[in-house]
């Protein structure tokens, strides 16, 4: 039996049609054969219902001769063509293109057969680097590269410079994303919460998890381009494509693959919220993932002073023991530890509770009314170290600008938090915060706060 296989990634019109194919292929058929069809699928790889039916019925025997119109229209990848090219020899099927004319059972077929793979591959490889160019190329224009619009946002065609340009526009549904920002910058939210008053709000557009409200916080096209987030972007790697001074707060930004760009479209956010927002999430991020452990609030906090690797709290008949994960971590470290857990967490609370005791006067409180601007300071000095040249005698203005804020401050009569009355997971959070690490080796634990 004779199988024809057809294929068509979309419909163009310079692009061979399904029917079309069918008609050449059989007139190279001259007994029982079965059409095989995938449309809308790409030759990139084997991925193919239809191919794979055809590649079964080659194993079983079924099959004595594959014909196509052309052979990108079989596979476009010389690797997927050399291991399907084994198999039909395996199974002694013949292959027949319409187009290319050769004959498999020579030398100078099969040779032929590989040059035309090749230049198929080659062929692929270029458009999918032009592809990936344009897109890039419209983004740094600021014009949407391609893709759905982000929630709150649709896709309008304006002329700009006497082109028609893809350009974001805000929608009815922009008042929500402001409302899950104003939402999320509140400390006592979370994303879960906010997932759940969406669902009770019968906005039906997404599924309210707390991942679809995540996308949103993350999404960097609802930001108002200032320079702190310039500034901001600058210190988590993001590469930026406009000028400094196109960061004037008129307009939003697309992101893209850790490519940033200020776009035509406005932002819905206000920066300071947004950066706000993300800090949050990236914290929270980070606390999730140190604070796993059940069985003390400095799990994840505890290091090996010989080798450096985490320690663990194992409860091994109700009673707890910390092991250095370099003891079975490829057996690199032989550190006994000693140290009790109950022992260091009294050590860590009792610290807290004195410095809290101190905290009443306005210095103390200072810190706290600046925590904004140091966090500022602190980032924009971690961005010095990697910026572009161009960037960085920005980036110590600012700084300058900032170190001046720091001098507002009030004062309050009493801080109040009772760690004891904190659950187990309110603890984390705290001394995720306050301690960076603790070094333990033998008898000893060496604290190092974040204050």
């Known amino acids: 039996m004779d199988a024809i296989y057809l294929r068509q990634s979309a419909d163009k019109k310079d692009s061979i049609s399904i029917e079309t194919q069918l008609e050449k292929c059989l007139s190279e058929s001259k007994k029982e054969y079965m059409v095989f069809s995938d449309k809308g699928f790409s030759g990139k790889n084997t991925n193919r219902p239809q191919f794979q039916k055809m590649l079964s019925m080659v194993k079983n025997g079924n099959v004595q001769r594959i014909i196509v119109y052309r052979i990108d229209r079989f596979s476009r990848s010389i690797a997927d063509f050399s291991a399907l090219w084994q198999v039909l020899s395996a199974n002694n099927v013949e292959f027949v293109s319409v187009n290319e004319r050769f004959d498999t059972s020579t030398p100078i077929g099969r040779a032929m057969l590989y040059i035309i793979m090749s230049f198929a591959q080659l062929e692929r490889e270029t458009i999918a680097e032009r592809i990936r160019d344009n897109y890039f190329s419209r983004l740094e224009r600021g014009v949407w590269p391609g893709g759905p619009p982000p929630y709150g946002f649709d896709i309008r ?33 979370s994303l879960g919460m906010i997932g759940k008053k969406m669902m009770l709000s019968g906005e039906k557009s997404l599924t309210w998890n707390s991942l679809a409200v995540s996308r949103i916080i993350k999404c960097a096209e609802y930001a108002k381009c200032t320079s702190d987030l310039y500034f901001y972007l600058l210190s988590c790697g993001i590469e930026i494509k406009s000028p400094a001074e196109a960061f004037n707060g008129n307009f939003g930004g697309i992101l893209c693959k ?8 406005k932002g819905v956010v206000e920066d300071n919220v947004w950066i706000r927002c993300n800090e949050k999430i990236s914290k929270n991020s980070a606390i999730k993932n140190t604070g796993r452990g059940k069985y003390s609030f400095l ?51 009792r ?61 309050p009569d009493k801080i109040n938090l009772d760690i004891d009355k904190l659950d187990m997971e309110g603890q984390k959070k705290l001394f ?9 080796q033998e008898d000893t634990a060496v604290f190092y706060w974040n204050f």
């Open 258 to 265: 850790n490519t940033f760009a200020v776009s035509f479209h």
């Open 351 to 411: 610290t807290v509770k004195e410095q809290l005791k101190e905290c009443k006067t306005d210095v103390c409180c200072k810190s706290v009314i600046s925590d904004e601007a140091n966090r500022k300071i602190q980032r924009l000095i971690d961005t010095l170290c990697d910026c572009p040249k161009e960037s960085a005698e920005l980036i110590k203005e600012r700084i300058n600008e900032l170190a001046k804020q720091t001098n507002v401050y009030i004062t």
């Open 157 to 189: 065609k304006t002329n700009i410079d006497g082109k028609n340009l893809s350009i974001l526009c805000e929608n009815e549904k922009a008042e929500n994303v402001r409302k899950i920002f104003d939402l999320y910058a509140n400390d006592d939210s």
């Open 299 to 349: 799990s994840g906090k505890l290091k090996c002073g010989q080798c450096s690797r985490t320690v663990k709290i194992i409860n091994s008949s109700d009673r707890l023991y910390l092991f250095c994960s370099g003891r079975t971590n490829g057996q690199i470290c032989r550190c006994s530890i000693k140290c009790g857990i109950k022992e260091i967490e009294e050590h860590a609370v």
């Open 432 to 440: 995720s915060i306050l301690i960076e690490k603790v070094v333990v």
